[in-house]
């Protein structure tokens, strides 16, 4: 194949791809009308015989249909729903679903400075085989029946008394246990959402919040996130503009940025969201690596317009998957009902083992020793990163993640594909930022930054 053969070929792949990628993400459904040639080839900076001849082939393979004089059409017969398309694990795009895949999938000696979870040593141990054993003489109701839709009553209540000591009130029955923090929020946004509504999310936010409203076909805005919460003036344009129902965000331990919502910044979000009627959920996945609570929505607002949620794996464990969904009364019995239509019954052994590690009094140690052992990672491998020009965004309060800036212009994209090819995955900043203004950054987990093998191959990438 000659040079322009050659490069004439993968235009056209490139534009069959987008296509493709389009249909499996829904953006264009079955029956729905392709862009016009011109307007593809203007588009994609290609040729309209480029463009052509994509469009003949993705006839050919059935994916879309032509009608003669008035245009191609996606087929009717549509592919199953696909949010990402699944393909060889170097040329992913980084999109919300990278890091998730990357170390979800990794081999057991793979490192994973990006990825969201303590390494399984980190956690108890001692404190889940001691639970287990327990479990294993009760009542074997505990893991043969359903567990009730509200779940497992002393549980409820202990979450109770936790979110009091943060001085978020709740009574244990405005409390419904959920399989994770993830089902939560997936249940709150069929609760809440109708197909094209707005959600508001931060810039840069946790992935996995795109990748889920994305699933939900909601239209996602952002607002860029500062040390001390969302940027109140364009929070305030933003909401006034697109009229979000919904907003979604981390206050006391951002992630990825390990910022913390400041009291100012809270009132003012509850104040907007008062005058436009936006409903609030608060994810308060890492409440227990703080060392002083921060200012909770929920607290302030008394869970009224804010919905709080939270869950047991980044510090318990993400294998008995355990979440919860604190709400406002009116709402816990069309949760349930939700939750009874998705899930049935709730996951009852894990709800089981996750409070009776919770009771044992060996917990609260755990925790407290998990917090000066981040605390000391987060020193050392700050200190390691900007060595290497690395510079940290913010030095956190507590938690596992460093939101860090690259040396220069370097793309994060390709500092991550690189570092995966020698069996390390990162987290490159753009997979957090809706508006792709984050391919200069990349989070650390610092427990999973350790190995001194990370250092190097960052190194090795970042001198190209
Ligand atoms: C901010 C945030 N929310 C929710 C989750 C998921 O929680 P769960 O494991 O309970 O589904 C994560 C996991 O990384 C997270 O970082």
Redesign the pocket.
């Known amino acids: 194949m000659d040079v322009n053969t050659e490069l004439n070929t993968s235009r056209v792949a490139t534009v069959m791809a987008t296509i493709r990628q389009r249909i499996a993400g829904r953006n264009l459904t079955p029956g729905a009308k392709l862009p016009s040639v011109r307007a593809m080839a203007k588009a994609s900076g290609v040729s309209t015989s480029t463009v052509v001849d994509a469009y003949e082939r993705l006839v050919a393979e059935g994916v879309i249909l032509s009608r003669p004089g008035s245009g191609f059409y996606v087929a009717n017969q549509a592919a199953p729903f696909s949010l990402s398309d699944i393909g060889p694990k170097l040329d992913r795009a980084v999109d919300p679903f990278w890091v998730s895949r990357q170390s979800l999938e990794a081999d057991d000696g793979d490192l994973k400075p990006g990825c969201?979870?303590l390494p399984p040593s980190w956690l108890p141990e001692t404190g889940i085989r001691r639970a287990l054993r327990t479990l294993s003489r009760a009542d074997n109701r505990a893991f043969a029946d359903y567990g009730s839709p509200l779940g497992l009553p002393p549980l409820r209540q202990h979450i109770a008394r936790r979110m009091a000591e943060r001085g978020v009130e709740a009574s244990p029955d405005q409390i419904m246990l959920t399989e994770?923090?993830?089902?939560?929020?997936d249940l709150l946004c069929r609760f809440l959402l109708e197909p094209d509504d707005v959600v508001l999310v931060d810039d840069p936010c946790?992935f996995?919040f795109q990748a889920l409203l994305r699933a939900h076909r909601a239209r996602i805005v952002s607002v860029p996130y500062t040390p001390s919460g969302p940027n109140i003036e364009l929070f305030s344009q933003v909401v006034a503009e697109h009229r979000p129902r919904l907003y979604i965000t981390?206050s006391a331990i951002h992630?990825p940025t390990g910022a913390t919502l400041s009291p100012v910044a809270a009132h003012k979000v509850l104040k907007i969201a008062d005058q436009f009627e936006l409903t609030i959920v608060e994810?308060d996945?890492?409440a227990d690596f703080e060392h002083t609570p921060a200012p909770r929505l929920a607290a302030f607002d008394g869970l009224d317009r804010v919905i709080h949620i939270g869950?047991?794996?980044?510090t318990l464990s993400?294998s008995a998957?355990c979440?919860f969904i604190a709400a406002k009364p009116e709402w816990v019995d069309a949760l349930i009902d939700l939750k009874i239509a998705t899930t049935f019954g709730g996951g009852r052994l894990s709800s089981e083992l996750v409070y009776k590690v919770l009771s044992d009094g060996s917990y609260r140690k755990h925790v407290e020793a998990l917090r000066s052992r981040l605390s000391e990672a987060m020193f050392n491998v700050s200190a390691k990163l900007k060595n290497l020009g690395i510079v940290p965004w913010l030095e956190p309060s507590a938690g596992m993640f460093l939101w860090c800036r690259l040396p220069g212009d370097v793309n994060a994209a390709d500092v991550a594909r690189a570092a995966l090819e020698r069996k390390i995955v990162l987290a490159p900043g753009n997979a957090f930022s809706l508006s792709q203004s984050a391919q200069n950054f990349m989070r650390f987990n610092v427990s999973q930054t350790l190995d001194a093998r990370v250092f190097d191959v960052l190194r090795d990438t970042l001198r190209g």
């Open positions: 969201g979870w994770s923090g993830t089902q939560a929020i946790y996995n981390n992630n994810d996945i890492f869950s047991f794996s980044k993400a998957r979440g």
